[in-house]
Nanobody, 126 residues
């Protein structure tokens, strides 16, 4: 059974940094693409970033490009999201999700990802 567990979310000031982790079990990470998504209150879920664990190819939403970096450690079955220059509009619950079809990584569309974590809250506020 696939299980994804996010961690690392917390309250941070604008301009600050956070690193989120997504620990995966029940799957071999290098055979999957892992995406990060976020959902703010009253807003639709947004695809933030995705990494194809087989070759490390990464994709980003325009809203985070240049500020966020996704990476993976296949030996630890863990994917990370380094978030720098955080803004109040980055406040949301962040989720990681897995798909066995790496092609879906490019669009970072939630419906294409079958396994989801429980989420971790990121709050950017002074």
């Amino acid at each position: 059974q696939v299980r994804l567990v996010e961690s690392g979310g917390e309250l941070v000031q604008p301009g600050g940094s956070l690193r989120l982790s997504c620990a995966a079990s029940g799957l071999t990470l290098k055979n999957y693409a892992i995406g990060w998504f976020r959902q703010a209150p009253g807003k639709e879920r947004e695809g933030v970033s995705c990494i194809r664990s087989s070759d490390g190819t990464t994709y980003y939403a325009d809203s985070v490009k240049g500020r966020f970096t996704i990476s993976r450690d296949n030996a630890k079955n863990t994917v990370y999201l380094q978030m720098n220059s955080l803004k109040p509009e980055d406040t949301a619950v962040y989720y990681c999700a897995a798909t066995g079809t790496p092609y879906y990584c490019r669009s970072i569309y939630g419906a294409n990802f079958g396994s989801w974590g429980q989420g971790t809250q990121v709050t950017v506020s002074s």
